[in-house]
């Protein structure tokens, strides 16, 4: 879907986003320990340009390469018997850019903590006068009965016709045409499935 993200007064420059979406309903274990189950993160990566005279500065990030190791607590969780409050996202510090007040930043929560609701406020409803409608009824649309006659139309399925090249010819339970177009016969692949090679 379309995303929409404001950026501080960024400075000149190349910049990448690496939004990560991370699931932890199998998270319980580690990957490694059980490559059945782990942590499945959902990542995409944004190049942008900013051509702009902005002034802000990134910091150093992290080593992509180097930022996850299959222990870290944000990546071995148990959401269904911990404490959700008690989860930390994996892959470093939050950056120093972001900081309550600046442009496009708001509040950042401390990690683990609950995000807080901006308050606000609701004017109260002011009743208003709707006119009654004066123009007259519409007078009624003629009806007309029109009579539907059924068709028939051949049932799929049967042994009539011949199967194309790839299609399905026969198996157990298969009750198609048999016969294949030309040029190609009837291979059984094994007892539920035959196809036209």
């Keep these: 879907g379309h995303i929409t993200i404001t950026v501080p007064d960024l400075a000149t420059g190349e910049y990448l986003f ?3 979406l991370v699931t932890l309903h199998e998270a319980d274990t580690a990957f490694n320990v059980n490559s059945a189950r782990g942590v499945q993160l959902y990542m995409e990566c944004i190049q942008f340009k900013v051509t702009s005279s902005g002034s802000v500065k990134l910091p150093a990030g992290i080593d992509l ?5 299959y222990s870290d607590k944000g990546l071995v969780f148990n959401l269904y018997s911990s404490d959700a409050k008690s989860y ?3 892959g470093g510090a939050v950056s120093s850019i972001a900081v309550a007040g600046q442009l496009g930043i708001g509040p950042v929560p401390a990690a ?6 901006p308050q606000t406020s609701v004017a ?3 009743p208003t006068t709707v006119a009654q409608p004066t123009t007259a009824a519409a007078s009624p649309t003629k009806m ?3 009579t539907l006659k059924p068709t028939t139309t051949a049932a799929p399925g ?10 399905q010819c026969g198996g157990q339970g298969y009750t198609g045409a048999t016969q294949c177009a030309s040029g190609s016969t009837c291979k059984v692949n094994n007892e539920w499935y035959s196809q036209c090679l």
Excluded: D, H, L
């Excluded at 390469?65 to 190791?69: D, F």
């Excluded at 683990?112 to 609701?117: D, H, Q, V």
């Excluded at 049967?158 to 299609?167: E, I, L, M, Q, R």
């Design 124 to 126: 109260s409803p002011k």
């Design 18 to 20: 690496r939004p990560e």
């Design 88 to 90: 930390v996202a994996p």
């Design 144 to 146: 007309t009965t029109v």
């Design 158 to 167: 049967g042994s009539a016709g011949t199967v194309a090249k790839y299609g």
């Design 112 to 117: 683990g903590s609950k995000p807080t609701t």
């Design 65 to 69: 390469k180097k930022s996850y190791t």
